[in-house]
């Protein structure tokens, strides 16, 4: 018999093959566990408990005492007979909270991708006998041969006129045909923006004929089990296929698209569920490897020097081609990108600030996984990589984590330590804007010195993987009575262990986010120095990204992330990617705007230019080598 | 034990459920059996000769020597146990002759369905790290966005590019690039041209790069099992799905492409034999049912009233999607339809013609199994379908054939009998231009009265089904010393009966013929009526279809199925379908013709038009009821 192996916290129970490893199990019985690896036992995030017969080898990413409380890597863990597996929630996959678009563009008018044209025939007589296609054509106003029309949808034409007994909905993507059905009353007419993150998947359903939003909704991409960034993704897609990362974000698409839509469609026209039937238009942004992995593409030149996608642009696709659970002729739009590694998220976030309307020169940083760049105008755009790691993402810090329910997102130092939690939960970790406002904070009152070191402070400690900072006691989280219950968890005797560790900060992770906050100040001054100008001269400076809810500006600019700039002139865009495919969804002139940025921007490679090395290097400190550069901070400091 | 069933002179065996009919065990075998009426007993042409245990039932069809010899009809015979089924020619579907097209257009300048363009890329550099794809664009001269690139391709582009080291062939039908091969010394392009006839398909290869017409074949319609004419197929798809008439059609083309193609992608680009690769698009013309059933389109409505077909305009589809084994991205270019029953072959007959581009107003006859009228100019066209009947195609006619081996094609009854077959060979039936001919010869030699009777005379003598005149005895036949052998046929004892069968016309297949000449001649009138004109003000006569290698004009006008005017004016087009679809899959500006054509015909609709059927009544006479229409017909019969 082959050994069961049960997963709690969701109880699921699968029968797998001696030899199977935990993670492999994990993903047949559907219980989602976070690894951004690939299974290699490298980046520590598979963490479960175990209870049973499972030969494992020992990680540096398992404390001792975690080890004896039975916390295993499940990559590294491989099952001999029955055995029982907690998932704690720090290593799950889990619907994660939605940090909202910020910005609401006036749109002028509204010109979806898929426009909704009711069409009243004139039933045939003997003398008037055309054929079902002209009859319409000619009720829609084109010439014969000017509409596009594919043949699955002809192939259903003639009943659905007739179904409609000649009174129809056509539905119109340019000179494209995307369907015809009977008209019922209104004409409904949805769609869907999608941001596809390297992390996140966000999606909105949209009511075209309004622009109103209906529904957003948000989760993990499921490709995460196959490495954390996109270089490891490829990497995995090279070994075993890229037909397996297409799956997974089709599917987690899918998933998104099932909780905001029917696949009943009788109740298509009917009410307020949207039938998947009806969704019409498909709107989508995301980085290069993103879009390439969506259409099935090829992205292994990304990965190799000189980084060339096959395509920035949106191909003629629709939602049966690739797979998206839609209307299948859904006509699915692409935000253009520009390069391998200046994606299609960050022409949507160009989209989302408007700077390309702009008379005035802007600057706009994107910290995701990676971190992009842009700096200009309506008359030129300059976009880089700053390849800056995933640390305000909660990637490469200890207690890291994304912004979800008990992410620690604001921390003052001042008067004593204070903190607040998303979710008002239990605090498990620390996200972006967390990490900002700590380092900033530990700065300003002393515990951190420029270069990134603890000095000596009540708080600071040896641990295991050298000095760190103690945020929170377990005991003071436990006294503050956060209750498991109330925040939703399923109470296992294996979670008790979780409660014991301290939720601290390593001079290694510290290090990580100086790192990471250095290279996008140095990614911001190369392109500036290309154009010739300085930080004096922006009018606007953009932030997007998935720190938190907010961000505070004064922190941002003490370690040094942002330049010491009037606060004033700074603009909190949220996840304006999404926002910048929902604009596209609904506006032609947005996807004109978007088409015409891809043509406006140069792209500027960093990876070979001496300038960004060099201004990394003064970056790299709290705020900056150079402390003129920061006046405010001094004057703190002071 | 299935029994078994044994096939002559293929020489297939099957087993088959006992029950199963001899044409059903013929279909899964493998073996074509000519059938009209999709089995049910009523049309006569699944005749075969048998031996063993068949429980059948009688026919009409089968005279009682016949019966005596074996003949049975396949459809009504049910396989009871082992048995030897030998299927004559007459009952075969054989690979027949090909009538090729009698004009050739000479085009100012080659502009293909799908043209290739040899493109030599930079290869790019981390400071020139455009996509793949925008290189292609830019060198091809397409902006970003204005170029249609299909998902499939793109995913094949990458991989392509570098096979051809930056050198590549792109083929592009108008804004939709088609394929991208890596450049081998030449730029292959090829297309084919088909013409798809009720009962023959008939297939060119073309070099789209210089014109020439590289192969031809033809075979019949597979769909010929399903019903002889449209409404016969229409019918049985309903009953039984329109999916399998598609896979016949299909069929019968991807047999033909196999014939001129290889299927072998390493010789793609080498020597001269053209692989199925490298066949980039595909231009067919066929009436509007066959069109339906290639795209695999409803046709349901296209036989009640108003008569109504899906569309008569082409689909953007490509090879794949309907199943044609060339290039799957292969552009498929259907040439337009005006109506139900005057669909793309009329258009093309129309282009191959140049009717439409003369001052001078022209009349256009397509006599194929149905038969269509034309007239007009460059300024107008009327169009209308005589549902004339398939005698001219052997069809309704005892000893009526297609015109391939062994056809009567010629006949002259002045100075004895004198006919000639095509191929030379022993003759086996009557083709159109013989049937035209011998009708003309017994009225001019008053063996027949206007009205159709057989007047006494030493070849006329009373058959199994009426009056009937012997045109060929069986042992004047054998005399003549047409030998089995050099005709090609499998010599088979049961043969033998086959041979001792008369060629004789009955008064029924005279009444036939005349009904036939009597509509077609009747809608010509109702189209001329239309246009306030007469015969007299017609610049040219074109005749196209598959009577046979020519057609005998002074019979034909002593029949009175073509008017009485001077010769010089009549042109015989042959398969002027074809051409019409070989000039469209080689000129953009024939493309335009036909669909000019498509927008300037006005359908006449004839079912309800009581001119035509006054007319028909006094056409319905040799040649006509009045005989000062035909003043050449009245001296010869002074």
Same mark, same amino acid.
């Given at each position: 018999m082959s050994p069961q192996v049960t997963f709690h916290p969701k109880g699921r129970s699968i029968d797998v093959p001696a030899g199977t490893s935990l993670l492999e199990a994990a993903i047949l019985a559907g219980v989602e566990v976070n690894s951004a690896c690939a299974g290699k036992g490298v980046c520590g995030r598979c963490r479960v408990v175990v209870e049973g017969d499972v030969e494992t080898k020992a990680s540096p990413k398992i404390s001792q005492e975690e080890?004896?409380?039975?916390y295993r890597l499940a990559c590294l863990s491989k099952v001999q007979g029955d055995c029982v597996v907690f998932v704690p929630?720090?290593?799950?996959?889990?619907?994660?909270?939605?940090?909202?678009?910020?910005?609401? /563009? +006036?749109?002028? +008018?509204?010109?979806?991708?898929?426009?909704?044209?009711?069409?009243?025939?004139?039933?045939? /007589?003997?003398?008037?006998?055309?054929?079902?296609?002209?009859?319409?054509?000619? +009720?829609? $106003?084109?010439?014969?041969?000017?509409?596009? =029309?594919?043949?699955?949808?002809?192939?259903?034409?003639?009943?659905?006129?007739?179904?409609?007994?000649?009174?129809?909905?056509?539905?119109?993507?340019?000179?494209?045909?995307?369907? =015809?059905?009977?008209?019922? *009353?209104?004409?409904?007419? !949805?769609?869907?923006?999608?941001?596809?993150?390297?992390?996140?998947?966000?999606?909105?359903?949209?009511?075209?004929?309004?622009?109103?939003?209906?529904?957003?909704?948000?989760?993990?991409?499921?490709?995460?089990?196959?490495?954390?960034?996109?270089?490891?993704?490829?990497?995995? @897609?090279?070994?075993?296929?890229? #037909?397996? %990362?297409?799956?997974?974000?089709?599917?987690?698409?899918?998933? %998104?698209?099932?909780?905001?839509c029917s696949y009943d469609e009788k109740c298509a026209g009917k009410g307020k569920k949207v039938c998947a039937e009806e969704v019409m238009a498909v709107s989508v942004a995301g980085n290069t490897t993103m879009m390439h992995m969506l259409l099935g593409l090829d992205p292994r030149f990304i990965r190799y020097s000189p980084y060339t996608p096959v395509t920035n642009l949106s191909?003629?696709?629709?939602?049966?081609?690739?797979?998206?659970?839609?209307?299948?002729?859904?006509?699915?739009?692409?935000?253009?990108?520009?390069?391998?590694?200046? @994606?299609?998220?960050?022409?949507?976030?160009?989209?989302?600030?408007?700077?390309?309307?702009?008379?005035?020169?802007?600057?706009?940083?994107?910290?995701?996984?990676?971190?992009?760049?842009?700096?200009?105008?309506?008359?030129?755009?300059?976009? *880089?990589?700053?390849?800056?790691?995933?640390? !305000?993402?909660?990637?490469?810090? *200890?207690?890291?984590?994304?912004?979800? #329910?008990?992410?620690?997102?604001?921390?003052s130092l001042q008067g004593g330590v204070q903190y607040?939690?998303?979710?008002? /939960?239990?605090?498990? $970790?620390? *996200?972006?804007?967390?990490?900002?406002?700590?380092?900033?904070?530990?700065?300003? /009152? $002393?515990?951190? #010195?420029?270069?990134?070191?603890?000095?000596?402070?009540?708080?600071?400690?040896?641990?295991?993987?050298?000095?760190?900072? =103690? %945020?929170?006691?377990?005991?003071?989280?436990?006294?503050?009575?956060?209750? %498991?219950?109330?925040t939703g968890m399923t109470c296992c005797p294996m979670d008790k262990v979780e409660r014991r560790r301290d939720i601290t900060v390593t001079e290694e992770d510290i290090a990580n986010v100086i790192r990471t906050k250095a290279s996008i100040f140095a990614a911001a001054e190369v392109l500036l120095d290309t154009a010739g100008i300085s930080f004096a001269d922006l009018e606007r400076v953009y932030i997007a990204g998935g720190f938190g809810h907010h961000i505070d500006l004064d922190n941002a600019v003490a370690i040094g992330l942002l330049p010491d700039l009037p606060r004033e002139r700074f603009t909190f865009l949220g996840n304006a990617s999404l926002d910048g495919a929902k604009l596209c969804l609904l506006s032609k002139e947005k996807r004109e705007e978007a088409l015409a940025a891809h043509r406006a921007m140069t792209y500027v490679e960093l990876s070979t230019d001496q300038r960004f090395f060099d201004r990394f290097s003064s970056a790299s400190f709290l705020p900056h080598t150079d402390l003129n550069r920061f006046p405010s901070i001094g004057r703190i400091r002071e």
């Open positions: 080890w004896a409380s039975g929630e720090e290593s799950q996959l889990k619907p994660m909270q939605i940090v909202g678009g910020k910005v609401s /563009t +006036e749109l002028k +008018e509204l010109s979806p991708l898929v426009r909704a044209v009711y069409a009243k025939l004139r039933p045939p /007589t003997l003398h008037d006998n055309d054929a079902d296609l002209e009859r319409l054509l000619k +009720e829609l $106003g084109y010439e014969p041969g000017s509409l596009e =029309v594919p043949l699955s949808l002809l192939k259903r034409l003639p009943q659905v006129i007739r179904d409609g007994e000649w009174t129809v909905t056509a539905f119109l993507d340019g000179d494209l045909l995307v369907d =015809v059905r009977p008209w019922n *009353c209104v004409s409904r007419n !949805f769609g869907v923006a999608i941001d596809i993150g390297t992390t996140t998947v966000a999606l909105q359903l949209v009511d075209l004929g309004t622009g109103e939003m209906i529904s957003q909704v948000s989760d993990y991409n499921r490709q995460l089990m196959y490495g954390e960034d996109v270089l490891a993704r490829i990497m995995y @897609g090279e070994d075993h296929g890229q #037909d397996r %990362l297409q799956h997974m974000i089709i599917d987690t698409i899918n998933h %998104l698209l099932a909780r905001v191909p003629s696709t629709n939602a049966a081609e690739i797979g998206l659970n839609v209307n299948p002729r859904a006509s699915v739009h692409l935000v253009p990108g520009r390069a391998s590694y200046v @994606g299609g998220d960050v022409i949507a976030d160009v989209v989302a600030s408007g700077m390309a309307r702009s008379e005035g020169i802007s600057l706009l940083i994107d910290v995701g996984t990676n971190g992009e760049v842009v700096l200009g105008n309506q008359d030129w755009l300059l976009a *880089c990589s700053a390849s800056a790691g995933p640390a !305000f993402e909660g990637g490469e810090v *200890c207690h890291g984590m994304r912004a979800g #329910d008990g992410a620690i997102e604001k921390v607040s939690t998303i979710g008002r /939960t239990r605090p498990k $970790g620390i *996200c972006g804007s967390g990490l900002i406002d700590l380092l900033a904070q530990m700065f300003l /009152t $002393g515990v951190l #010195d420029k270069k990134g070191h603890l000095q000596p402070s009540d708080r600071v400690r040896e641990g295991e993987f050298g000095k760190e900072y =103690v %945020l929170v006691y377990s005991k003071d989280a436990e006294k503050d009575g956060y209750d %498991l219950k109330a």
